[in-house]
Structure formats: structure tokens, C-alpha cells
């Protein structure tokens, strides 16, 4: 779903960013561990960092646009391909810039600015990240994968797809009540969607529909065939990079940095308050920097702290940090 979030709007496949995601939450699942103070380190992408990386992309289809208009005479460069290529590797230029980014932070001990940020602006931020994922689920559920808005263009989406959107706040509820019960938190991140997902396949040899025609219907994503991971590599095509536009916007960068700093501190320091782990926040987010950096140059994006998975794992038993190596492996 983040990947289709990244993809929206641009030729970049969302297939592709799948694979980046996955590698990179491998690659640094295994090293975070390893060097956090906090061995039972899950990592994982997150609102925040689909955030960035859904800016860089549109940065790039943006500038491409405003290439073509200018009559430069270089339309034909800036064909779908070329822009798909840019954006392709834009994804990961960005991973090593931002990397550097927290890698500096980290070793100057900086991250003691996050402390003198008043509770309303934090709040506000968490409740931004909130809102793009509540406006992001109904961007999932549009038939024609574009955007939704929220709430004026919910009638359409209930005219379109009723089903679909019927299901998916019965799931979202389904977990609010078990929540409300008290239920132990490993039973409700897994419950819901493991019955949703029976129910789905028991129900659709009832309603004789083809796989193809589920797709077209707006229930599953579109196909893409089976791809090894080194496709994260083989996807990048840099003699088609238009190298002006690689680069991620000054304002973007500063921005959505500044936003991803902030949540990896956040989350840190939720993962050091549900653990009760002691971290020290400074060398959390330099190592972060150096894992994610690794996972830039073999063609990832970053991969950091996950509060939730961390504190599964931690409820699931484990106690040292074979759980976490094993999920990065994995």
C-alpha cells in the first residue's frame, strides 16, 4: 500500500518500490540490531517516509511536465521512459542523501533540538501523519487508483465501489472493538486481517469470478508477474536518467527531512518507552543513517525503527536478538 501511495500519479512501478521496500527492511534488519542498544530492533518504512519519497517522485514528474511545457526542445528526451527511469532512481539517490542527513545528526548529537518542540507540535504532526493514511486507505479502494477526497469524494467512492469500501471500515472497526476488549496487542494486528483474507478467498469460488475480474472490479491490485529481487538493481536504467531532475527539490528535502527526523525520534523513543529498553536517541539515529545509507547504494530506501513490529516482537517471546536477524533474513 505505501508503494502504491509512492507510485501514484507517475510511471515508477509500484512493484519495483515493493522490492525497495523489502530489501532495504532485510538489509537494515539485519545491521540495526546488530548495533541498536535495543536488539530486538524490527525496522520498516513508514507514513513519514512514504511521504518523502511520494514528494520526490512528484518532484521529478513535476519537473518533466515543466520541461515539455517550456518547448526546450526536449520533449522526446522526456519521454515516459526517461521519466520513469529518473524518478526510478531518484528513489534511492534520495535514501543516501537523507542518510547522510541522520548519520551528521547522530554523530554531532543533535537530536537534543527535538526536545525543545512544544506538545502541540508534536501532536500536530502525529495527528498529519494520521490523517495521510486515513486519506491514503480510500486512495487504495478508487477503482482507478487515483486520488480521493476526503470527505467530499467519499459518496463517489460509496457509488463505486460500495463493497470494497463496506469491507474495508468493517476490517478498521473489527480492530477498534478488539482493541476496546482489551485484547493482547500481537491478537489484534494479526486477527482481523487473517480472517478478512479467509473470508475473501472462501466467499469468491461462490461468486464465480475470475481472478481478472476481481482486478478490474477494484478488489486486488494489479497484476504484476513474479521478479527476483535483484530486479531492484536491473530497474535502474541510467542511460535514461535526465541527471537535471535527479536530484530531490531544496524544499522538499528540508521539509520532509525535517519530518523524518522528528518521527525517527519519536519512534525511538516510543520503542525505548513500550520496552523499557534504555537507548541512547543520538547513536540510534547515527546507525540508522549508516544502514540506510548501505541500503541507498544497493538500490533501497530507508529502513528504521517500527515501534509497532518491535513491540511484537517483544510480546511474541523473543528476548535477544536471533528474532530480529531472522525476520531480516526472512
Not at 192 to 208: D, E, H, R, S
Amino acid at each position: 500500500s505505501y508503494a502504491q501511495l509512492i507510485s501514484t500519479g507517475s510511471p515508477v512501478s509500484a512493484n519495483v518500490v515493493t522490492l525497495m521496500h523489502l530489501f532495504s527492511c532485510g538489509l537494515t534488519g539485519i545491521l540495526l540490531p546488530l548495533r541498536s542498544q535495543c536488539p530486538l530492533i524490527v525496522p520498516s518504512a513508514d507514513i513519514s517516509v512514504t511521504l518523502f519519497y511520494t514528494a520526490v517522485v512528484q518532484d521529478v514528474v513535476r519537473g518533466a511536465a515543466a520541461l515539455a511545457k517550456a518547448g526546450d526542445g526536449i520533449q522526446q528526451e522526456l519521454s515516459v521512459d526517461v521519466v520513469r527511469a529518473t524518478a526510478t532512481l531518484a528513489i534511492p539517490v534520495s535514501t543516501i542523501l537523507m542518510s547522510l542527513v541522520f548519520w551528521w545528526v547522530g554523530h554531532r548529537k543533535a537530536t537534543v533540538v527535538v526536545s525543545y518542540l512544544p506538545y502541540p507540535v508534536v501532536a500536530g504532526f502525529l495527528g498529519s501523519i494520521g490523517w495521510a493514511i486515513f486519506k491514503g486507505s480510500f486512495a487504495v479502494l478508487s477503482i482507478d487508483g487515483g486520488a480521493v477526497l476526503v470527505p467530499t469524494g467519499l459518496p463517489k467512492l460509496a457509488q463505486e465501489a460500495p463493497w470494497q469500501l463496506f469491507c474495508a471500515i468493517g476490517m478498521a472497526m473489527a480492530s477498534l472493538v478488539l482493541r476496546s476488549c482489551r485484547m493482547p496487542p500481537r491478537l489484534v494486528a494479526v486477527l482481523p486481517m487473517t480472517v478478512a483474507l479467509v473470508g475473501f478467498w472462501l466467499v469468491v469460488p461462490f461468486q464465480q469470478s475470475s481472478v481478472e475480474e476481481l482486478r478490474v472490479g477494484g478488489w486486488l491490485f494489479p497484476e504484476e508477474g513474479m521478479q527476483p529481487f535483484w530486479t531492484v538493481w536491473t530497474a535502474q536504467t541510467p542511460s535514461l536518467v535526465y541527471w537535471p531532475l535527479l536530484l530531490p527539490d531544496l524544499s522538499t528535502f528540508a521539509g520532509l527531512g525535517m519530518v523524518l527526523m522528528l518521527s525517527l525520534t519519536l519512534r525511538i523513543a516510543g520503542i525505548e518507552g513500550s520496552t523499557g529498553m534504555v537507548m541512547e536517541v543520538d547513536e540510534e539515529v547515527k546507525w540508522t543513517g549508516i544502514a540506510s545509507a548501505t541500503a541507498g547504494l544497493c538500490g533501497g530506501v530507508i529502513g528504521s525503527h517500527s515501534p509497532g513490529l518491535t513491540t511484537f516482537n517483544q510480546e511474541a517471546g523473543s528476548r535477544c536478538v536471533r528474532g530480529a536477524l531472522l525476520t531480516g533474513f526472512l
